[in-house]
């Protein structure tokens, strides 16, 4: 009887962490778009750091693709500062890695996703041209900033 119980209660938290996945963040609420927590320009800037050397920032505005179709609700892009979700990977060096990890460019990848959960979310909104070119430079410019 204990075992059925602990079985119960394990399926039933399963269920609910995937139906939250799914339905809470995978397909997302519209009203909800996570948004940018940095407010930057287009163009990169020189900051003067503590120690009084300059470093170069890179920037990215609060109106990006990313933020548009909502990517930032499961992925982060932590090297243009741009903080999402934690649910899937820090996209930093998606363009670099990608092919390497899912045996098809970014490009492709961009236009028919080899991941599950990619697919699916892809697959019901796909990417036009101009927002997949959008979404690869910005990728690149992250890969290249770290």
């Known amino acids: 009887m204990q075992k059925a119980i602990i079985s ?3 399926c039933a938290l ?11 963040v995978i397909m997302g609420d519209s009203e909800k778009q996570p948004q940018v927590t940095q407010t930057e320009t287009k163009d990169s800037t020189t900051t003067k750091s503590p120690d009084s050397k300059e470093t170069a920032t890179s920037s ?9 179709r909502g990517c930032l609700g499961c992925h ?3 090297a243009l500062n741009l903080k999402g979700g934690q649910v899937g990977p820090d996209l930093s060096q998606a363009f670099v890695n990608v092919e390497g990890k899912h045996g098809k460019p970014i490009e492709e990848f961009l236009k028919q996703p080899t ?25 690149k410019q992250a890969s290249e900033a770290k």
Do not use: C, H, W
């Not at 269920?15 to 809470?24: D, E, K, Q, S, T």
């Not at 990215?60 to 548009?68: A, G, Q, W």
């Not at 991941?115 to 959008?134: C, W």
């Open 8 to 10: 119960f209660v394990i």
């Open 14 to 24: 399963l269920g609910f962490g995937l139906g939250y996945l799914v339905f809470g």
């Open 76 to 78: 982060s892009v932590e």
């Open 60 to 68: 990215v505005s609060e109106d990006n693709i990313l933020n548009k």
């Open 115 to 139: 991941s599950a959960v990619m697919s699916g979310v892809i697959g019901k909104n796909p990417l036009t041209d101009d927002e997949r070119k959008q979404v690869l430079d910005l990728l």
